[in-house]
T-cell receptor, first 115, second 114 residues
Framework: EPEVTQTPSHQVTQMGQEVILRCVPISNHLYFYWYRQILGQKVEFLVSFYNNEISEKSEIFDDQFSVERPDGSNFTLKIRSTKLEDSAMYFC?????????????FGEGSRLTVL | AQKVTQAQTEISVVEKEDVTLDCVYETRDTTYYLFWYKQPPSGELVFLIRRNSFDEQNEISGRYSWNFQKSTSSFNFTITASQVVDSAVYFC???????????FGSGTRLSIRP
C-alpha cells in the first residue's frame, strides 16, 4: 500500500538553528500539507501546497516557516530559526485531489525537539 | 464556521467493555464528509473511516461502528468488546471547505485496562 514517508523520525536541535523536515508524498497525489501536534495537544494545520505554491497557511505558519518541493518528489518544511515552542510532532499529509471527499494520508511524523 | 468538538478528553474502560467516543461538529456546508483517525502510542495518524453527509446509515467494520446523525450534528464512534490494542487517541475531523484541508477535534484518549 502506498504511503507517505517522512524523515527524520526524530531531530534534536539547538534553539536558533535551522531545521528541514522532509516528506515523500504518495506518487499520484497532488495536494500536500503540513500539520503540527504539540505533545498531548490537538493536530493543527500549518500549510497546504498545490501546484508548487502555498494554497493556504495558518497563523502559526509565520515567516520562520517555509515549504517547497525542490525536486518534484520531496516536500520539505523548513524552520529558519527554531524556538523552544517549535518542539512538536510534524506530520506531512497528502491527498489525491481537491475534493473534500478524500481523506488525507499522513506520514508517521517527525518529532522535533528544540533545546 | 467549521468546528469539531470532542468533549471527552479521556476515557478508561476495562477490556471487553463497549465504549463510545462522541464527536459533535459545526459546518456551514450542506454536503460534507467526516473522518475518524486513530493515533496509537507510536504516534502516527491512522485513517479509520470517511462518512458522507448524504448517508446516515450506521457503518460497521468488525468491532468498530459509527453512528452519524445529521439532526444532532454528531458522528459517534463505538468500539465493541474493547481490547488493549484499542488504546489510542482518537480524532474526529472535518474538511474545511475553503481550502480542502481538514480540521481536527481535540481528540479523546482511550485507555483499555486489561
Amino acid at each position: 500500500e502506498p504511503e507517505v514517508t517522512q524523515t527524520p523520525s526524530h531531530q534534536v536541535t539547538q534553539m536558533g538553528q535551522e531545521v528541514i523536515l522532509r516528506c515523500v508524498p504518495i506518487s499520484n497525489h497532488l495536494y500536500f500539507y503540513w500539520y503540527r501536534q504539540i505533545l498531548g495537544q490537538k493536530v493543527e494545520f500549518l500549510v497546504s501546497f498545490y501546484n508548487n505554491e502555498i494554497s493556504e497557511k495558518s497563523e502559526i505558519f509565520d515567516d520562520q516557516f517555509s515549504v517547497e518541493r525542490p525536486d518534484g518528489s520531496n516536500f520539505t518544511l523548513k524552520i529558519r530559526s527554531t524556538k523552544l515552542e517549535d518542539s512538536a510532532m510534524y506530520f506531512c499529509a497528502t491527498k489525491q485531489d481537491s475534493l473534500n471527499t478524500g481523506e488525507l494520508f499522513f506520514g508517521e511524523g517527525s518529532r522535533l525537539t528544540v533545546l | 464556521a467549521q468546528k469539531v468538538t470532542q468533549a471527552q478528553t479521556e476515557i478508561s474502560v476495562v477490556e471487553k467493555e463497549d465504549v463510545t467516543l462522541d464527536c459533535v461538529y459545526e459546518t456551514r456546508d450542506t454536503t460534507y464528509y467526516l473522518f475518524w483517525y486513530k493515533q496509537p502510542p507510536s504516534g502516527e495518524l491512522v485513517f479509520l473511516i470517511r462518512r458522507n453527509s448524504f448517508d446516515e446509515q450506521n457503518e460497521i467494520s468488525g468491532r468498530y461502528s459509527w453512528n452519524f446523525q445529521k439532526s444532532t450534528s454528531s458522528f459517534n464512534f463505538t468500539i465493541t468488546a474493547s481490547q488493549v490494542v484499542d488504546s489510542a487517541v482518537y480524532f474526529c475531523a472535518l474538511p474545511y471547505s475553503s481550502a480542502s484541508k481538514i480540521i481536527f477535534g481535540s481528540g479523546t484518549r482511550l485507555s483499555i485496562r486489561p
